[in-house]
């Protein structure tokens, strides 16, 4: 007897555009991404609580030698490992002379000021003072009270992801002049895809939207749903399902419903960085790529994970230099009063 395949999944990973429209021939999208549609799901997403934790970079680039570098809201931060592997975070500046701790060494879990030699083991010592920190296992995330001012929560809101220890992982992190409601509003115009992103994405149809009935995968009342075909190489394409959530102020969590990779996930975070120099607000997507699949041949994909790490996140990247300009743009009409939505 023929082994069952699991639900949608076709046997094979790729399909074959049989009918392939060109770009200038689709159907335009302009009159389905209202305005007003995208605006009310940005503002119930800006209403959840975040417990004041925002995202600084990806877990395994917190080491054991040297601190990682981060900047919310203006705030100079450091992440690093102590001796145990134990991730501890606060103040990027020395307590002592102002020196930035970014540059200094970690030594045996111990960060070590390259001025004057001021220790810090992660706990409060001279004028420094730890901050809550959280490693999900792919994103570290930090707790600023002050900056938040909403009620702390002990972690952060993390979505379901497939077990890591059977995914592979990347993460990117792009910068754009603009907020983080400029880049929940460029995730929450599914729209947009197949016009703005013709290399990666053809045949998108949004089937559901948060104005509708929630469906099956209760995706309704507060999702996209969205049925797309990634693009792999000329007319073949791996084509899938997939709903677009908001589980926090700053976050924008697809998943993969139906079609390959059931389950795998992509988490854009927007953090605010601060004012650049002119004044403008600075805004970090940092994005997580979590990838899964049934299939026996995944485990070679598990096995090279260094190299498809790169691939996954080089192409977040170049979706993001788009998507970023998007965003800035966004940002440029509503700061000079010329945004049409």
């Avoid at 134990?86 to 030594?107: F, I, K, N």
């Avoid at 938040?148 to 592979?168: D, F, Y």
């Avoid at 908001?246 to 988490?267: A, D, F, K, Q, Y």
Wanted: some cysteine; hydrophobic content about 40%; overall charge positive.
């Amino acid at each position: 007897m023929k082994p069952r395949r699991p639900a949608g999944r076709a046997r094979y990973p790729l399909s074959l555009r049989r009918r392939p429209v060109r770009w200038d021939k689709q159907q335009p999208t302009w009159r389905q991404a209202r305005p007003a549609l995208i605006a009310e799901a940005l503002k119930r997403a800006q209403a959840r609580p975040s417990g004041n934790w925002y995202v600084v970079g990806a877990s395994r680039d917190v080491r054991a030698d040297r601190p990682l570098s981060a900047t919310v809201a203006g705030q100079e931060l450091v992440v690093w490992r102590t001796a145990d592997g134990r991730p501890v975070a606060g103040p990027g500046s020395c307590p002592h002379l102002g020196a930035p701790l970014a540059d200094s060494p970690v030594r045996c879990g111990i960060l070590v000021c390259h001025w004057h030699g001021l220790a810090l083991d992660g706990g409060p010592f001279a004028g420094w003072e730890p901050l809550p920190v959280h490693d999900d296992g792919v994103l570290m995330w930090l707790r600023l009270d002050q900056v938040g001012g909403e009620p702390p929560t002990r972690a952060p809101v993390v979505p379901p992801r497939p077990q890591l220890s059977r995914s592979v992982a990347a993460v990117c992190t792009g910068v754009g002049i603009c907020e983080p409601e400029d880049v929940m509003a460029n995730r929450l115009d599914p729209w947009h895809g197949a016009w703005f992103h013709p290399y990666s994405f053809v045949d998108l149809t949004v089937v559901d939207t948060p104005d509708a009935e929630p469906d099956a995968e209760g995706a309704g009342e507060d999702g996209f749903t969205v049925d797309v075909s990634f693009k792999v190489a000329g007319r073949f394409v791996v084509p899938v399902r997939a709903v677009f959530t908001t589980p926090g102020p700053r976050t924008v969590l697809m998943r993969i419903t139906e079609g390959e990779g059931r389950g795998s996930v992509v988490e854009t975070h927007a953090t605010p960085l601060g004012p650049d120099e002119l004044g403008r607000p600075r805004t970090a997507v940092v994005e997580a790529v979590v990838a899964s699949s049934a299939r026996p041949g995944f485990a070679a994909a598990r096995a090279a994970a260094p190299v498809v790490r790169r691939l996954m996140a080089a192409g977040a990247a170049r979706l993001w230099r788009d998507d970023l300009a998007y965003a800035e743009r966004r940002w440029l009409l509503r700061s000079t009063g010329r945004f049409p939505g």
